[in-house]
Nanobody, 117 residues
Framework: VQLQASGGGLVQAGGSLTLSCEVSGLSFANYVMGWFRQAPGKERERVAGINWSGSSTNYADFVKGRFTISRDNAKNTLYLQMNNLEPEDTAIYYC???????????WGKGTLVTVSS
């Protein structure tokens, strides 16, 4: 099983980035998926989640209205559109998947997002 996150980089505050997570080795459409992040010196925190079909999403309060999670089951790919980025969004972003809501079965390796002020 592989979850390969990409799309991170350096962006100025107020800018946008789109992260992708390509998944292989499992039946992607059977997994709920999510994005997490870990900033330097901080605990990993959940950013957003999406159900199997993409019909239901949820977000941490600190990204509501700025980030959008989506998925393309035909391409086995998860996305995170990030708008109006803030320096506080600087972190390594990880994608993760699980068969059951509330659990995490697989983690990706992460992609670094750096937001400059």
């Amino acid at each position: 099983v592989q979850l390969q996150a990409s799309g991170g980089g350096l962006v100025q505050a107020g800018g946008s980035l789109t992260l992708s997570c390509e998944v292989s080795g499992l039946s992607f459409a059977n997994y709920v998926m999510g994005w997490f992040r870990q900033a330097p010196g901080k605990e990993r925190e959940r950013v957003a989640g999406i159900n199997w079909s993409g019909s239901s999403t949820n977000y941490a309060d600190f990204v509501k209205g700025r980030f959008t999670i989506s998925r393309d089951n035909a391409k086995n790919t998860l996305y995170l559109q990030m708008n109006n980025l803030e320096p506080e969004d600087t972190a390594i972003y990880y994608c993760a998947g699980a068969l059951v809501v509330g659990e995490t079965d697989y983690w990706g390796k992460g992609t670094l997002v750096t937001v400059s002020s």
